[in-house]
């Protein structure tokens, strides 16, 4: 039923001209000239993304209870402080592994001993070729962070009954958040199982 | 210990200037400078985007089983077919909900009784104001779809199990499907409540 992949062809857009629109110091933009499944043309505008991660790390007590390590971050293009798992974008060449073992630590300062991919999103499908790769970590030590220049956000624990409550309530908005949290549901309830690796 | 608002002027970053980057067809590109919490100046490129919604529309069984109704569509951005609940974009000056009600008629030909706003989610808080509020939809009456000029996609019934399974699988990408999915995981397991209202 969801795997229809056979019948995907009779949906495919082809490029027939790539042009660049834009160059700016964060977004790249696109527009290409498609063959749409009908033979017509059209175009596509989009932006080129380098990929990136986002880390769930459960700080786990020695009586069986977690926390989980999240941040508060000025997000302005919705003009609001926003609760996120902490993430970043992908250096060039760099494997999303080393991506999150980084920015978990420039972050928040904690180094993870043990780690597991969850999944992928596509936050934007129709105007971004962005993915974030999803990886929990346990097994923490709390070190230094290392913010980059102009980087300002805040640290804290949250229980993950708390943070299913505030995506319930709205105060969770950021989608890989929100995935995260369906992640987190089902892999401490026992309905979704991660393979868990030590840290290269 | 979710709700630190007061902390957040901490965090806030002002606008002095903004510059528009790019008109395209689809994304409008903009580049403001802003004033950080340590009173230094950076720029912060972003999309405005007029906001969408997504559609959760469940079909219901005489048996109380539930199905519900999704798409797949080619996304060019990520170079494939991807399983997705009924989305678009708002019109100028147009409701969520009656967007919601004109999307999910165009797209996939139904018309529903009665609607529950259920939440929010930002796909791209880093590079856009794009905001998705996602819509339950019931009492499903089929009708004939009217697609857009160059718009293409298959219509689907998928299971609750299905798509939950395709999320695990890594099947499903895409943030907004996603996201639908941990508030239909919450609201057929009876965690979380909606507050259904009749088609205006």
């Known amino acids: 039923m969801i795997d229809t992949s056979s019948a995907d062809a009779a949906l495919r857009e082809e490029c027939t001209q790539s042009r660049e629109l834009l160059r700016g110091r964060l977004l790249h933009v696109f527009a290409d000239e498609v063959r749409l499944p009908d033979g017509r043309l059209t175009q596509r505008e989009y932006i080129r993304h380098p990929g990136a991660v986002a880390i769930i790390p459960l700080l786990e007590g020695a009586d069986g209870s ?3 390590v999240m941040e508060r971050q000025f997000r302005y293009p919705v003009g609001r402080a926003v609760l996120e798992f902490p993430a ?3 250096d060039a060449g760099e494997e999303p592994l080393a991506c999150a073992q980084r920015e978990l630590r420039e972050e928040t300062g904690y ?3 043990q780690w597991a991919r969850a999944g992928q999103l596509h936050p934007t ?3 971004s070729t962005e ?14 962070r290392a913010l980059d220049v ?3 956000l805040d640290v804290l624990t949250v229980t993950p009954g ?5 995506c319930r309530d709205g105060l969770v908005t950021d989608s890989k958040t929100l995935v995260g949290a369906l992640w987190l549901q089902n892999v401490l309830g026992g309905v ?3 393979d868990w690796q030590d840290a290269p």
């Open 111 to 113: 180094t993870a001993r």
């Open 88 to 90: 970043g974008k992908r």
């Open 162 to 166: 708390e943070l299913l409550a505030a």
């Open 192 to 194: 979704w199982t991660l």
């Open 150 to 152: 102009g980087e300002f």
């Open 125 to 127: 499908v129709a105007y």
């Open 131 to 144: 993915s974030i790769d999803i990886w929990f970590a346990r097994g923490l030590q709390r070190g230094e």
């Open 66 to 68: 977690v926390q989980l």
